[in-house]
C-alpha cells in the first residue's frame, strides 16, 4: 500500500534570533528565540511512501510544471531528517518527494525552516500522526534547523533554551491577531556566502558572543512586552538593536562573516528615513543573510513597499504578514 499526502508549512523571521547551539547536531541553542509566522513565504511538500525497500527521492517544483533535481546538500539534510522522523514515528518505507517555495528559490530567503516543517508534517500526514503544534516543532528540528522548530505554529512563537530538556518545543507566544507585515527587501539573488550552520558552529569564537548572551534575556523580555502590549516605537528600537547584535558577532567571528551587501544598507537607510523623515512606523530585521525584512504596522506598509521598491539595489520585494501557520493542501504535486 501506498500512501500520499501534501502539506505546507511558512518560513518565518525572527526578532530575537538563534545564533549559537550548545548541540548543533540537535540544534539545542545557546539562547531563546522569537519570531513572527509568515503566511506568503511557505513550502509545499507532497510526499509518497512506498513499501518497498530503495533509497528515497526528492525533487523540486519549481513552478514551472517541470521537476529538478536538489543539490547534494539539501539531499543530504533531506535524508537525514526523513531518517530521524522514521525513528521517532516508528514507521518505515520508502519516501518519494516533491517541494516547492512560493518564493523564489534563488531569492535568498531562509528556505529551511518552511522545508523541514513542511516535511514533517507531510510524512506525519502521510501515516496519520499529525500531532499536536508542540510535537510537530520537536519533528521539524529534527532536521537540524533550529528555525524549523518555530514554523509548527501560527502568530508569534518562542523557542526556549533548555539545555536540561533536549526536545523543547517551540511554543505560540502571541496569535496572529497582533497584524504585522513583512515587506522583504531582495538585494541579493542566490545563495548566502556562509550557511547557518557554518555561522552557529563559528558563533562563540566571537568576543562578543558572551556579552550578547548576557543581554539576551533582558532584551527578549522587553521586545516580548513591546509586542504584546503594542509598543511599536519600543519593539523598533530593541528589533534593530537585536539585529545589529546577531550581525556584530557573526562579523567578528573566526573566520569573519559577512552577509551584508551595498543594498542591505540603502534598505538600512531607507527605513531610517521613512521613519524619522515621514514619521512611517517600520523597523528593519535580517536573518543569516543580505535580504531586509522590514516589519511594519498594516497602516504603513504601502509606504515601506513603495519606498523600498525605489531603491536601485531592490531587485524584488515581497509583501508577508503574520501567518496562521502549516496547513494540509488537497493538492498533490505528483
Ligand atoms: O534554523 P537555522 O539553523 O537555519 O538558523 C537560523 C538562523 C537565523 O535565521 C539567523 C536566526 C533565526 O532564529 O531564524
Known sequence: MSRKA????????AFIKYWGATDLDHALPANASLSMTLEV???TTTVQV?????????????GD???????????????RHLARLRERLGVHG?????THNSFPSDAGIASSASGFAALAYAISAAFDRLDTP????????????GSAARSTFGGYVMWPSDPGAPDSPATQHASPDIDLRDVIALVQGGPKPVSSL????RAATSPHFATRQEHLPERTRRLSDALTGGDFDTFTELLEEETIDLHLVAMSSTPPILYWEPGTLAVIRSVRRLREQDGVPCAFTMDAGANVHV???PSSEDAVAAAISALPSVHDVIRDRVGSGPRNESEHLF
Not at 6 to 13: E, F, G, M, Q
Not at 68 to 76: L, R, V
Not at 134 to 145: D, F, I, P, T, Y
Open 50 to 62: 512506498h513499501d518497498d525497500d530503495g533509497p528515497d527521492t526528492i525533487r523540486i517544483a519549481p
Open 198 to 201: 557554518e555561522g552557529h558552529r
Open 6 to 13: 501534501t502539506a505546507s508549512a511558512p518560513s518565518n523571521i
Open 94 to 98: 520508502r519516501v518519494e518527494a516533491v
Open 65 to 79: 510544471g517541470t521537476l529538478t533535481t536538489a543539490p547534494d546538500s539539501f539531499n543530504e539534510r533531506f535524508a
Open 295 to 297: 516589519i511594519c504596522p
Open 41 to 43: 513565504c511557505r513550502t
Open 134 to 145: 508542540e510535537e510537530m516543532s520537536v519533528r521539524a528540528r529534527l532536521s537540524g534547523s
